[in-house]
T-cell receptor, first 116, second 111 residues
């Protein structure tokens, strides 16, 4: 059973560029959440997708946008990159189908984004 | 606003030296408290979910407990392979499953 997968593993961009990160959820999961983790910090919630719609959003600017596809995979897009966007971007999947209590989030390995 | 505070920030133990990590939280209504382990440059690995005060869960050398204001992760006779950052996260009693994380405790176990 494949877990959460993310691509690419590493990415280097320059300021002002745009980037797209990809995530495939764990088998059987239909909800995808994205988090940003700066060095030495805990993950910060960006947004969550369910049924191809953004269901909830954290305190991140509109430069951060996303999409969920019919197969539940998801993309995170960041426009006009800033130096401060350098971080580990984590995707987590969960499924509410097993009941509201059993919706533990399982994380992928992350994408390390470096903005120069 | 939800807050999660973990202490200590870093902890160095000798192999076999038991200790505890703390996670204190303030939420309007707790729906779940989660512990994760994170190795450098990797994604967090799920360990435990706790739902109500008094609940305890164990896995190998780890035991997690929950009170109304904090959670403890007890590490009994740790081994070097237990070295990692341990993250605590809370889920508020709302309709969605987003998590609020603490900054983590970096644990180093020396042989």
């Amino acid at each position: 059973d494949a877990g959460v997968t993310q691509s690419p593993t590493h990415l280097i961009k320059t300021r002002g560029q745009q980037v797209t990160l990809r995530c495939s959820p764990k088998s059987g999961h239909d909800t995808v959440s994205w988090y940003q983790q700066a060095l030495g910090q805990g993950p910060q919630f960006i947004f969550q997708y369910y049924e191809e719609e953004e269901r909830q959003r954290g305190n991140f600017p509109d430069r951060f946008s996303g999409h969920q596809f019919p197969n539940y995979s998801s993309e995170l897009n960041v426009n006009a990159l800033l130096l401060g966007d350098s971080a580990l971007y984590l995707c987590a999947s969960s499924s509410p189908l097993t009941g509201w209590i059993s919706d533990t989030q399982y994380f992928g390995p992350g994408t390390r984004l470096t903005v120069l | 606003e939800d807050q999660v505070t973990q202490s200590p920030e870093a902890l160095r133990l000798q192999e076999g030296e038991s200790s505890s990590l703390n996670c204190s939280y303030t939420v309007s209504g707790l729906r779940g408290l989660f512990w994760y382990r994170q190795d450098p440059g990797k994604g967090p690995e799920f360990l435990f979910t706790l739902y109500s005060a008094g609940e305890e869960k164990e896995k190998e050398r780890l035991k997690a407990t929950l009170t109304k204001k904090e959670s403890f992760l007890h590490i009994t006779a740790p081994k070097p392979e237990d070295s990692a950052t341990y993250l605590c996260a809370v889920r508020e009693n709302s309709g969605y499953s987003t998590l609020t994380f603490g900054k983590g405790t970096m644990l180093l176990v020396s042989p």
